[in-house]
C-alpha cells in the first residue's frame, strides 16, 4: 500500500520562505509523477504544482508562478516544494499527491493522498 505523509509546514510572516517535503513509501518512487495541491478553509482543494516521474517536467498554478519551486529527490522517495515570498493567499493546508497521471493538460491527481501539512502566513 503506498503511504503519503508531507511535512514542513507552519507559521511564517508574509515574503517569508517555507519548504514542504512529502515521502512515499513504495519501490516505485523513481516512476511516479508528483503533485502538490492546497486547500483553504472554506474552499475547494486546487493544484499548486507537479512533477514528472523524470524531473524533467514541471506544472504550477498561475498563482504561484515564479514563487514555488517543485523538486524530487529519488534517493529518498521525497518530493520537495519551496516556497519563497509566501502571502496571506497562500494559508492553506498543503497535500501531496503521488502517480498522478502527467498530461500536456497538466497534472490529473490520483487516489493517493497525505494528511496534509499546514501552512500560515499571517503577521
Known amino acids: 500500500q503506498v503511504q503519503v505523509a508531507e511535512s514542513g509546514g507552519g507559521l511564517v510572516r508574509p515574503g517569508g520562505s517555507l519548504r514542504l517535503a512529502c515521502v512515499v513509501s513504495t519501490r516505485s518512487f523513481n516512476r511516479y509523477h508528483m503533485g502538490w495541491f492546497r486547500q483553504a478553509p472554506g474552499k475547494e482543494r486546487k493544484f499548486v504544482a507537479a512533477?514528472?516521474?523524470?524531473?524533467?517536467?514541471?506544472f504550477y498554478a498561475d498563482s504561484v508562478q515564479g514563487r514555488f519551486a517543485i523538486s524530487r529527490n529519488d534517493d529518498l522517495n521525497t518530493v520537495y516544494l519551496q516556497m519563497n515570498n509566501l502571502q496571506p493567499d497562500d494559508t492553506a493546508l498543503y497535500y501531496c499527491n503521488a502517480d498522478g497521471f502527467l498530461t500536456d493538460d497538466g497534472y490529473f491527481q490520483s487516489v493517493h493522498w497525505g494528511r496534509g501539512t499546514q501552512v500560515t502566513v499571517a503577521s
Open positions: 512533477i514528472s516521474w523524470t524531473g524533467q517536467t514541471l
